[in-house]
Each structure stands twice: as C-alpha cells, then as structure tokens.
C-alpha cells in the first residue's frame, strides 16, 4: 500500500510516525475491503513484512479495531471502529439538526425515517428514526446501499453533472442491481432525469421487494445536495393517496431541515 503524500500548507513526511501510519493504512485496507482477510492477505495487499504486520495486527486487535474469527483464523473491523464511526456520524451537524425531525416524521407518518449522505457509489445511513414492527431494524445508521439502486441514494445523484456520473459509473452495465432496478447507466441517466423533474424519487419494490420509499434531497443555500431523507413503507405498491400524503410529508421534513442548515 502506498505511503500517503505531504500535501501543500501541512506538516512534511518527515514528522510522520510510520508505525501509526502502517496501523491506519491496514484499517483502510480492511475498510476497502468490506471482509475479512487472512494474515497472509494482509501481508501480501500491504506490502509489509510478516513481524511488522503480526505486530501491527495484535496491536489492532488488543485496542479492537480489528476481530479475529476463532473458527478461520481471519481478520475483519472490530467494536472501537464502529464506536469510532458512530461518534463522528452523531456529531454532524445534519444528523443532529435533523435526527429530532425524522422522529417527529416517523411519528405522524408510523413509518421508519432516514437520512443518508453519499460516499462514492454507496448511500450511507447517518439517522434513522425506527417504526415499531417489520421494519424496526431494517436499516441501522452506518448500513452502506448502492445509490443506483435506492431511491435515496438516486436524490443524491440526480443533480450531479454528466461528466461525474460517467465517471462514477464508468462500466457499460451494472455487476450489481435489483430486479427493477437500473441495468446500465444509461438506464440510471433516464431515472434520475425523471426524479430531478419531479423534484423528488419515489421506489416500489425497487431495491427489496415488498418495501417502497419516498426520497428527497436536503440541499444547503447554494442548492448543493447535501444529503436525503426518506420514509420506508412496508408495501409493494404505494396507493395514490398513500403516495401523495407521504411525499408531502416527507418534503416538509425536508425542507425544515434545510431551513437550519441554510441559516448555518
């Protein structure tokens, strides 16, 4: 694994501790990887000797950073990473601005509510707001989905220029898709035009089947997607009052939220 470079304005590579920054580009491995790997895998994607990996492993291991399964032998990201995760997502200031408005969504509409930020091709959940029932734990904050195949992943696509979408999805076809979902990019180019029309997207059994969603994008004061919100509905089918009353309830939320973050 490469040696991160000094950029402008920050300290030169001299003042770097190599030991922290072998531990660090081991748990970006781990993080790039989603999985476990073994030890020989470790050693061999990073490049480092076996007793500087061994020993940067245990270190990892005995502060949980990393777990090892006791039946393979194999490593993956431990308890104090997500601890980690979990004390960055609540300390951003759209999930504490908005965490009291999806409850208060979740309540009027007994739906569970989200909000998700985008992370390369990845919608990633940073609050949600659980309805009693099926769908209580659905999704948990830090649950990564394909943005292609969500309908709140498509809000944080459908502004975004031409030239970074084909350079987001620069293959012909999609390896990974939903039955209903898009099957190339081109088909994705063709939904998220329809949802930047309608202001907002809206998906039935389009990801899993049996559940739909309401998406809206939360944008700051120069109209720049932040993030989404969304209401998950356990049916296969939206009726159209259903439909209705819930996109105007979830682009209520929507807009309170972007009423704070714009006066940040």
Known sequence: MS????????????????????GLNMLLLFGQHRGELSFTQVCQRTGMP?????????TLEQMRFLSRNNASGAYSLGISILRLG???LSSMDIVQIGQPIIQRLRDTTSYSAHLCVL????????????????????????????????????????????QELSALYPESAFSLTSEQGPKTPQDLIALLDGDNARGHAISES???????????????????????????????VLPLDLKTSLSTQVETAAREIEGFLQAC
């Open 3 to 22: 040696t991160p470079q000094a950029t402008p304005g920050k300290e030169p590579t001299r003042y770097m501790v190599p030991a922290l920054e072998k």
């Open 50 to 58: 076996k007793a500087s990996a061994y020993r940067t492993v245990q």
């Open 86 to 88: 979990f004390d960055y």
């Open 119 to 162: 992370d390369g091709r990845d919608v990633v959940y940073v609050a949600r707001a659980s309805a009693v029932g099926e769908l209580a734990a659905g999704v948990g904050v830090g649950t990564r989905l394909p943005a292609h195949c969500t309908a709140i992943g498509r809000v944080l696509l459908m502004t975004l220029p031409p």
């Open 206 to 236: 389009f990801y899993q089947p049996g559940v739909s969603a309401v998406a809206y994008p939360l944008r700051d004061r120069d109209g720049n997607v932040l993030a989404s919100i969304s209401v998950m509905v356990p049916r296969s």
